[in-house]
């Protein structure tokens, strides 16, 4: 199992990062990709030190759409510079959020499209997130030729209908615990739609954990929840679901996501 996205570096976990990797170790996840967006450099730097650290994690790295209001030509050159290390498998997160609205429309467009251009610069794949905001992200990714480098469209709770637009952009979908909460939206019949070749999961620690763990803090080792319903909804056992994920992740973002996780408490 690969968990391709979780922010790992963030403070908070029990026993800090190298507990959170035991722990997902012994649930049996061989990759985490930390991600590290926040409206400074600290946030990508903390996630590139993870994947320097830990061998079984990559990072990802950008700019938040919460932050994108902090968004200046010093800092994304900086940005742009951490994001050429091998370590750095995507570009990202990036994107719209509608919902809640931490920076103006006009500056989460103008800061997505500076990532993708950044992601075609470099040749990596984009980390995409949006949240009520579905034909501007098209839109953007659409302007952009975003579909030069593909990418994920991660942490997936949209609509049917946007699924079918982002695969056809070539973008893979990244399944989330929501998947496994009582009311999934339409995450099953995006399910349902999506070719086994195109999907991805994650936690998206340390938030929305997935069933039975509901409430709690969100950690790399629940990814197991979220593909056993994933592959129940997809009709295929565990261990075919957890094959195909896996390898749809290592084609995606590199052979990087080979390297396997080690305990790095023993
Ligand atoms: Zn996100
Ligand atoms: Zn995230």
Redesign the pocket.
Known sequence: MIDT?A?IAMEGYEGGTPAVLARAVAAGVRHVIC?G?GGDLAEAESALAAARQHPGVSAICGIHPHDAEDWDETLWLQISQLCQAPEVVAIG?TGFDFHYHHSTPVEQEAVFREHVRLARALHKPLCI?TRNAEPETLRVLREENAAEVGGVI??FSGTRRFALEALDLGFHLSIPGIVTFRKPGELVEVLAATPLDRLLVET?SPFLAPMPHRGERNEPRFVRETLTKVAELKGLSFELAQAATTANAIRLFGERLRVELVDPLT
Do not use: G, K, L
């Open positions: 996205h922010h991600v967006a997160e997130h991660h942490c998206d």
